[in-house]
């Protein structure tokens, strides 16, 4: 699973990584324990005057389906399987045309004791601190509460797909669960909006994960990640 990650990059940074377009207006909160149901930024494609532009935008992490009584269910879907991802209803209509990458620096898991009594909080990153990116999606919500019009009334929210994690390796003693890496061309494939096979997108995605997250290295950090009022540059630092 994923339930928390870095991402601090500045706008300008992120957008020159993720070879994007952003609006002047675009502020980012840098933060080093990102949780669900925080701002958090995403990068999708959308068709616009017949051309195709890549944009990064701000969604709340944790997907509200457009039908949806109330945006608290987003609470419980800040992850989506990407076994079930085509068949629930929170994800299979965003699955089809509403595919977006969630980029983080890194992001965190916890490994039990051997004896199950406490649990040692990771740091999963690349080398060099390159981006990854995160298959995810993206909806948009409609407030029936708020008048027509009003600057807040439609919300944008997202989720990240998970996977089974590699049989061997230190991620395997990690957790069971993997979020899905998705490489620079993976990444292109998986945003096109106007690209209709799911199923063939999904399974090229998933086939390339592994390879993807084993070059990724684990780092032993401080049990403060594990308080999400805590959110400074040294929660990323090696235990020595």
Same mark, same amino acid.
């Not at 027509?148 to 230190?170: F, K, N, R, V, Y």
């Not at 998705?182 to 063939?200: F, G, I, M, V, Y």
């Given at each position: 699973?994923?339930?928390?990650?870095?991402?601090? !990059?500045?706008?300008?940074?992120?957008?020159?990584?993720?070879?994007?377009?952003?609006?002047? $207006?675009?502020?980012?909160?840098? $933060? =080093?324990?990102?949780?669900?149901?925080?701002?958090? %930024?995403?990068?999708?494609?959308?068709?616009?005057?017949?051309?195709?532009?890549?944009? *990064?935008?701000?969604?709340?992490?944790?997907?509200?389906?457009?039908?949806?009584?109330?945006?608290?269910?987003?609470?419980?879907?800040?992850?989506?399987?990407?076994?079930?991802?085509?068949?629930?209803?929170?994800?299979?209509?965003?699955?089809?045309?509403? !595919?977006?990458? *969630?980029?983080?620096?890194? =992001? =965190?898991?916890?490994?039990?004791?051997?004896?199950?009594?406490?649990?040692? %909080?990771?740091?999963?990153?690349?080398?060099?601190? $390159?981006?990854?990116?995160?298959?995810?999606? =993206?909806?948009?919500?409609?407030? %029936?509460?708020?008048?027509?019009?009003?600057?807040?009334?439609?919300?944008?929210?997202?989720?990240?797909?998970?996977?089974?994690?590699?049989?061997?390796?230190?991620?395997?003693?990690?957790?069971?669960?993997?979020?899905?890496?998705?490489?620079?061309?993976?990444?292109?494939?998986?945003?096109?909006?106007?690209?209709?096979?799911?199923?063939?997108?999904?399974? $090229?995605?998933?086939?390339?994960?592994?390879?993807?997250?084993?070059?990724?290295?684990?780092?032993?950090?401080?049990?403060? *990640?594990?308080?999400?009022?805590?959110?400074?540059?040294?929660?990323?630092? %090696?235990?020595?």
């Amino acid at each position: 699973m994923c339930g928390r990650y870095v991402i601090a !990059r500045a706008v300008g940074d992120l957008v020159a990584e993720l070879e994007a377009e952003a609006e002047a $207006s675009l502020e980012l909160r840098a $933060s =080093y324990n990102v949780a669900p149901t925080t701002d958090v %930024p995403i990068v999708l494609e959308r068709i616009i005057d017949g051309e195709l532009h890549r944009q *990064v935008h701000v969604a709340k992490w944790g997907l509200v389906p457009g039908w949806a009584k109330d945006p608290a269910v987003g609470v419980r879907a800040f992850n989506a399987r990407s076994e079930t991802v085509a068949e629930k209803p929170t994800f299979r209509t965003a699955f089809k045309s509403r !595919r977006c990458g *969630v980029p983080v620096q890194g =992001y =965190y898991e916890w490994k039990k004791s051997p004896d199950g009594k406490t649990k040692q %909080p990771y740091f999963v990153h690349t080398a060099d601190g $390159s981006l990854i990116t995160f298959a995810g999606l =993206y909806e948009w919500w409609k407030d %029936p509460a708020k008048e027509d019009g009003a600057p807040d009334q439609w919300l944008l929210s997202c989720t990240i797909l998970t996977m089974a994690s590699p049989p061997e390796g230190e991620l395997a003693t990690l957790h069971d669960r993997l979020p899905v890496p998705l490489s620079r061309e993976s990444l292109a494939e998986w945003l096109d909006p106007e690209n209709k096979e799911t199923q063939p997108l999904l399974e $090229s995605a998933l086939a390339q994960a592994w390879d993807l997250a084993g070059a990724w290295e684990l780092d032993a950090v401080s049990a403060a *990640v594990g308080n999400v009022r805590n959110d400074t540059p040294e929660l990323i630092v %090696p235990l020595t």
